[in-house]
């Protein structure tokens, strides 16, 4: 008999999840609840991970040659833009010249409410709290003709998603624009895979406590009962893939309850539940994904001291 529908995505996602056999999984998504939002801006102030900081420092750096790639009567939406503090350079240089329409899209009301008070002096703010797509799609519905839509998806988000999903996910984003709209795509490049394993696993134990704090998530939302104190943080780096991969190791055997998810799972000693992959890029990557969701590379930025890459993509 198949298992009754459950009403709440969460518990659905997290039974599909941990109720098969083979390798157990949980959502990234999940990460971010208030706690996990707040870990993870703990995870961008570390010295070991660079990524935050590569990433604003080129939107810091090349905001006026940004700015002019991009016509003057552009608007700019942004997905995930979390407090919009790496943003805020983009938007000066593009307020400088007209007053801007921005519209942050994130599924955090906190975020939204910070990012509209660090930059409402550079431009008309418009917050619209929804994933991804969903706010794509209602920023396009208000899309004027003679407007130019210019998306944001910095971060090297994109990295979360395996080959195939990220560029059926650009294909998303592609199909909210219209032909000469732009898209300017963060991506973290590969590097050595000790630098990788650090900014993953930091010794002050961070990015253990982010990942760890999915199971707690479980635990207060669907009514679980995960011992944190019996999994233990793991990231690896697969070179064939050019991925870190972070999972939550079982230190032993144990049974775990998720009531709301009517699911009782067992865990074999050092049986891992997979969390989240971060994909890094050859920057030839990058334009061949672009490429093949309807894109063209208009211009892009790299940063050497912790190698990134912002790439200014426009849609065919
Ligand atoms: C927010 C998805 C870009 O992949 O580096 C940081 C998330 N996970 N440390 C990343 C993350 C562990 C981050 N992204």
């Not at 709440?8 to 098969?20: I, K």
């Not at 209602?138 to 910095?154: D, I, K, P, S, Y």
Request: with cysteine.
């Amino acid at each position: 008999m198949p298992a009754p529908a459950l009403a709440d995505e969460f518990a659905r996602e997290v039974r599909d999840g941990l109720g098969r056999g083979g390798q157990k999984t949980l959502p990234c998504r999940y990460l971010y609840d208030a706690l996990g939002s707040a870990l993870f801006e703990a995870i961008t102030c570390l010295p070991e991970y660079g990524l935050t900081r590569a990433d604003a420092r080129i939107l810091r750096r090349h905001a006026r040659a940004i700015a002019e790639e991009l016509p003057p009567n552009v608007v700019v939406a942004e997905l995930g833009s979390g407090s919009g503090a790496k943003t805020r350079p983009l938007l000066e240089a593009l307020g400088r010249r007209q007053n801007v329409t921005y519209y942050p899209i994130d599924v955090s009301p906190a975020a939204l409410a910070r990012c509209t008070d660090e930059l409402r002096a550079f431009g008309t703010v418009v917050p619209l709290e929804s994933s991804y797509l969903d706010g794509l799609r209602q920023v396009a519905a208000r899309h004027a003709n003679g407007e130019t839509l210019a998306v944001l998806f910095l971060g090297s988000t994109i990295g979360n998603f395996a080959p195939e999903a990220a560029v059926d996910f650009l294909w998303g984003i592609h199909e909210c624009l219209r032909a000469g709209d732009f898209l300017l795509l963060g991506t973290d490049l590969v590097k050595p895979a000790e630098q990788l394993l650090a900014a993953y696993d930091d010794p002050t134990g961070v990015t253990a406590a982010f990942n760890l704090n999915l199971l707690a998530r479980i635990n207060r939302e669907l009514d679980a009962n995960f011992n944190l104190r019996q999994f233990a943080h793991l990231a690896r780096y697969d070179p064939d893939t050019q991925r870190i991969e972070m999972h939550l190791r079982s230190l032993g055997r144990q049974t775990v309850r998720v009531r709301k998810a009517e699911l009782a799972v067992e865990f074999e000693a050092g049986e891992t539940i997979f969390t989240e992959a971060c994909h890094k890029f050859q920057p030839a990557q990058v334009a061949d994904m672009a490429w093949a969701a309807g894109f063209r590379t208009a211009a892009s930025w790299t940063d050497c001291e912790w190698p990134f890459a912002e790439t200014l993509l426009r849609a065919v």
